[in-house]
Structure formats: C-alpha cells, structure tokens
C-alpha cells in the first residue's frame, strides 16, 4: 500500500528563498516549522534524542538523528550542543564518537558543577530535540601512520580519540595503535566493553587504562602519565586529547623522544587562567565596537572583550567550535595553547584561544 510521509524538504528551497529576499523573517518561519515538529528548521541543525546509554559511570552517550540541514561530519569533529539553563542560552562542545549519515553518537560527561552537562543527562529522555552547531575540530588519524599510531586521552578526551579509532579501524588500519585511557577512578573508564570487543576483533590494538586517583586493577597502570609508561614503544604518530595540563604533559613527553610520526592534539579546558592586570600592558581596540582599552598580553582577547562589557559570540571557549572567530586587523596574536604567532592583517583568529602581543585591533 502507498504510504505518505509528510516532509518539508520539498518546500522549504522555496521559503529560503523568500527569506533570502526579505519576504519573510527566518526566526518566524522557524517557529512555525518548529511548531510543526520540534526538529523542523530552514537552516539550523537540529537533532532528535533515539537513545541513551551509560559508557562509564559518570558518561552518557546521546544516539541522535540530525535533521537535513546537518551538513556531515567525521568522527572525532566536536559539535556545539545549544540548551537553556535558568533562561540563559548555553553551548557545550562534545566531540562525536559515532558519524553514519544523519545518525550521530556523542557522550557527555558529569562535571563537577557543571550546569549544563548535569541538567542534560539528568533531564534528556529519547525523542527530546537538541539544536547543534556546525562540525569542528582538525584532529584526523596520520596519515603517516606506517610506524604506528598512539592514542593518549585522558577523562572526556577518549571521545575523540575512540571515535577516530573506531573508523580507522573499519577502514582497514593494520597499523600497531596503542591507546592508553587515563582516569581518576575506575569506574570512569569509558566505553570499556566496546573497546574490548575492538581489540578482540584486531589483533593490531592495544588499549590500557591509566588510573590515577585509587588503586589499578590487573593489566591497568596506576600513577599520573609518566616516561615510566611510554618506555619501550616504537615510534608512533601521537594523537592527543585531554584537559590543557594533561596534554602539554604528553606533548614533552612524546617529543623527549626521536619519534617518526607527527603529533596532533587538542585540549578540551582552557590554558591556565591568568591574573588581570599581569603581563605586559597592551592597547587593544576592537573596531566594530568603537572600543578602545588598556589589557595585558596574558589573558585570552575574549576574555579581555567580556572584561569590558562586549558580548562577543561564543562557544567552547577551548578553541574547538570556531564559533569566536574575528579578524585580526592590526597586530600580533599568541595562540595560548601553541604558542603560535600570529600577526598577518585579515587571518581569523579564534579569540577564546588568542591573546594579544603587541597592541592590536580586531574586527570586533
Ligand atoms: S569559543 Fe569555540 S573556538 Fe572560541
């Protein structure tokens, strides 16, 4: 029998185009196909909940089916989640772990007072409606993977790192890949029947949990990330991911070694935060403001904007989602988790990572 499935994919070509000349309003035909059904938008992603599952004590992973407007993606890419908490619109970054189509997997983490995670994974039941951002994120697997691939993630980091893997994985790698997990308690390690089943499945992998805060079981390692437990690895490409402090500690440590590979990371809190008023003095101007100020060249050119009353737009304030990106005009810029410079008129700069070298003026 002939069924009828009622879709707005057909005409929502022709209300973009009465928006795009001012016939219309795209918050207001939002909100009517938003009546309509939850996930419906001309042009924003939103995704429906299918189902949750826990991945660790203190993780859940979200299965969603984005609507047509997800532009695609690559495990290991992060997304920002937008939600409301007291009537404050908020944004979190979590990096998908599951990429098929319109069908995506990410995993939140409890944070310790943290609002928004918390009121997620307390209140999402399936068939909710999350907005998301648009994909981000330049981790990918190396491709000079010959001399094999090692994966140091630490707490929420292992959701970028198992998503690439997973997909390196069916795509043939035979490449040796060590993973090493790094935990507080063992109940936080992650993914843990899934991650066996892999390494049944490959003979090639090898992943091992690294637990801080309370005793290793059998086959774990116990203690912070030390040379102690990277000794005697070939050399491998580095993948990276973790909290600031936990990735520099694995950058040094992977560089005291000659190594054939390339590293990549990427940090999911922010550098250390730095006192107002230390460091060098700086002017910054921020050019579509009309703003002029003193600031320093240690603190991050968004938190210096939010300092004197800007509210630039923002995400994951860790220089993931781009979602800060200005222009740098005048100037040299320091990328506070690379020390990379900056200073070219025009480049974009992500200011939630940036902060100012000399007197600079952004297009803000
Ligand atoms: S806020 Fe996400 S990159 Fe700056």
């Known amino acids: ?70 532009p695609g993606a690559r495990p290991g890419q992060a997304v920002l989640v937008y939600g409301e908490r007291d009537g404050v619109r ?89 993973l090493l997990h790094s935990v507080r308690r063992r109940e936080q390690r992650a993914f843990v029947p899934e991650l066996q089943a892999l390494m049944a499945r490959h003979p090639n992998l090898r992943v091992q949990w690294l637990i801080t805060g309370e005793p290793a079981g059998e086959g774990e390692l116990h203690g912070r990330l030390g040379a102690e437990h990277l000794r005697d690895l070939p050399a491998h490409s580095l993948l990276a991911c973790g909290p600031h402090g936990f990735v520099q500690g694995a950058l040094s440590l992977w560089s005291a070694e000659p190594r054939a590979g390339t590293a990549q990371w990427e940090a999911f809190s922010p550098p250390p935060a730095q006192v107002a008023g230390a460091g060098q003095a700086v002017r910054l101007e921020f050019a579509r403001s009309g703003l002029r100020a003193e600031g320093d060249d240690q603190r991050s050119l968004l938190e210096q904007a939010e300092a004197r009353g800007l509210k630039p737009k923002h995400g994951c304030r860790q220089g993931i989602c781009t979602e800060c990106t200005c222009q740098l005009l ?5 990328d506070l988790r690379s020390g990379r410079e900056t200073s070219e008129p025009g480049q974009p700069i992500r200011i939630c990572v940036s902060a100012p070298l000399s007197d600079v003026r952004i297009d803000l």
């Open 330 to 334: 005048e100037g040299r810029v320091r």
């Open 90 to 178: 908020l944004a979190r970054c979590y990096s998908l772990t599951v990429v098929r189509g319109r069908v995506l997997e990410l995993a939140i983490k409890r944070q310790p007072g943290g609002r928004f995670a918390d009121k997620l994974i307390d209140t999402l039941l399936p068939g909710d409606v999350l907005e998301l951002g648009a994909p981000s994120g330049e981790l990918e697997w190396p491709r000079d993977a010959d001399s094999g691939v090692l994966l140091l993630a630490a707490g929420s980091g292992i959701t970028a790192l198992y998503g690439l893997l997973r997909e390196a994985l069916a795509k043939g790698c035979k490449q040796p890949v060590w």
């Open 1 to 70: 029998m002939p069924s009828f499935v009622f879709s707005p994919a057909g005409w929502l070509q022709p209300l973009r185009l009465l928006v795009a000349h001012g016939w219309l309003r795209e918050a207001g035909v939002d909100a009517w196909l938003g009546a309509l059904r939850a996930d419906w938008r001309l042009n924003r992603t939103f995704a429906r909940v299918h189902s949750l599952r826990w991945v660790a004590a203190d993780m859940l992973a979200l299965r969603l089916k984005a609507n047509r407007n997800w």
